[in-house]
């Protein structure tokens, strides 16, 4: 079986750590950038069953641009160690240790550089350098694991998250970090299996919680190639790990640390991802206020589809206005990565007063990773970027600048064999105006095999300057820049 993911040269894994420094740029840095670009994707260690892999659960790597005085000081890749990866890079095992791949976001928090995965992996502390410090529970203020896509409110400084997990079954968690790095709230909220809840949304009043019908499953889990005697205890252990059979609640504390440790992973590492499409699962969005709890939440039904991100929401008077990124079906036929219809660019207004929502398309455009400039977080927004990905012999990848005002696109095209990942806002100025800044992304070239870490003008898309790297960088997920303190 062949499996893009792995084969393609704009996923396949690179083999090398890279320390380079003085990187040569075509252009000009702007000065005002003082800072890392830091971007984590999937870059498996060791050779895989391309029929067991999924793109989501490939072993994380970092890579990071230094950037000051109109220079480009280093380039770092590093796969973020545990015991396993220690072992097959041929190194001792590290204090701190952790278990799980955290492989989807990296960002900085109250002085700490964070390693992001999802469902019910805690995050991985990593220096200045890139190196592996070890796990990080928020000085021992939150346990059972976090969120690839926490959201920092930026009038307060705190880090929202709503985190899931199949052993947790029907809840989700609601936490709020605050800017020291401790946990000052945490709510549980009940939803309606257990769906894989990649994201959410948050406005000046309120969380909003993706119910949506890619839930766990344990044909994904327990797959036929398990053995035969294994297989229906596996089955049954998963079955009562979410709640389809009852057992008491200390057996199911422990098969849940089991089957998180060992179901969902095959013993490579790098497994299929125990999630699919399920027809019979409600679609819906809960609605909770900040300060609230579970018996807040209201819920509103919406077509059946799937979000992995949306772009930003906020509030306007007895509605929620979500503008997000949308598939009409996920991991329904194609289990190794999203490879199933292409996504669209909607909005979603929720009414409060009548219980219902509006879902209008924006642009139908296969599109992702959607970014804002995210001062404004939760408040109404102009701008959104996005990233246009045509796939095939001929990419065609631009990046998408959508005036949600005036209902206008513009768009950059990184031209043929070019493959560009997600692009983050960085704006020129803590007074900037919302699409005075620059936005910076990876782009790789198939021509020369490597890649470049390209910035634009984010008022005009016009390219500002290119900065080299030594080797390519592999389709991956998230990144932000992280300013100097």
Not at 288 to 311: A, I, K, Q
Not at 405 to 410: D, F, L, Q
Request: charged share 25%.
């Amino acid at each position: 079986m062949q499996n893009r993911f792995l084969e393609d040269d704009s996923f396949a894994p690179v083999r090398l750590e890279y320390t380079a420094e003085d990187l040569a740029v075509t252009g000009n840095i702007p000065h005002h950038l003082d800072g890392r670009y830091l971007r984590n994707g999937p870059n498996p260690v060791s050779e895989l069953d391309p029929a067991a892999y999924h793109w989501f659960t490939g072993d994380a790597m970092v890579h990071g641009v230094r950037i000051r005085d109109g220079r480009a000081e280093w380039y770092r890749n590093r796969w973020i160690r545990n015991s396993r990866i220690a072992e097959l890079l041929g190194e001792a095992a590290r204090p701190g240790g952790h278990r799980g791949t955290p492989n989807t976001n990296v960002l900085t928090h109250a002085g700490r550089t964070l390693a992001l995965v999802e469902g019910g992996t805690m995050p991985v502390e990593l220096d200045e350098e890139l190196d592996t410090i070890g796990s990080c529970d928020f000085d021992g203020t939150v346990a059972g694991g976090y969120t690839a896509h926490p959201k920092l409110d930026p009038a307060t400084g705190e880090l929202h998250a709503v985190s899931y997990s199949f052993v947790r079954g029907n809840r989700v968690r609601y936490t709020v970090i605050g800017a020291d790095g401790r946990a000052r709230r945490s709510v549980e909220v009940e939803v309606t299996g257990s769906p894989m809840m990649h994201d959410f949304s948050l406005t000046e009043k309120y969380v909003v919680f993706y119910d949506l019908p890619v839930t766990f499953d344990i044909r994904q889990a327990v797959p036929a190639s398990v053995p035969l005697r294994m297989r229906l205890p596996a089955r049954l252990m998963l079955s009562a790990l979410i709640g389809n059979i009852r057992v008491p609640s200390p057996i199911r504390a422990r098969i849940g640390r089991r089957m998180q440790n060992r179901v969902s992973k095959h013993p490579g590492g790098n497994g299929m991802l125990p999630y699919r499409w399920n027809r019979r699962y409600p679609a819906r969005v809960g609605v909770m206020p900040r300060e609230g709890g579970n018996s807040d939440v209201r819920w509103f039904d919406v077509e059946p589809c799937y979000v992995f991100h949306p772009l930003n929401a906020y509030d306007d008077g007895d509605t929620v206005v979500l503008d997000l990124v949308r598939y009409r079906k996920m991991f329904d036929t194609v289990f190794t990565g999203p490879d199933e219809d292409p996504a669209t660019l909607d909005r979603w207004i929720v009414d409060l007063t009548s219980g219902r929502v509006r879902e209008e398309r924006l642009d139908d455009r296969p599109q992702e990773f959607p970014r804002i400039d995210e001062r404004l977080t939760g408040r109404r927004h102009r701008f959104g970027y996005t990233l246009q990905m045509n796939e095939g012999d001929h990419p065609d990848h631009q990046l998408l600048k959508q005036d949600l005002v005036n209902r206008t696109t513009s768009t950059h095209a990184f031209g043929p064999g070019k493959y560009a990942s997600e692009f983050v806002f960085v704006p020129n100025s803590t007074d900037a105006v919302e699409d005075e800044g620059v936005l910076m992304g990876f782009v790789y070239d198939q021509a020369t095999g490597n890649s470049d870490l390209r910035l634009l003008d984010a008022g005009t898309l016009e390219p500002m300057a290119a900065i080299h790297l030594p080797d390519r960088v592999p389709a991956g997920f998230h990144g932000n820049w992280n300013p100097s303190a």
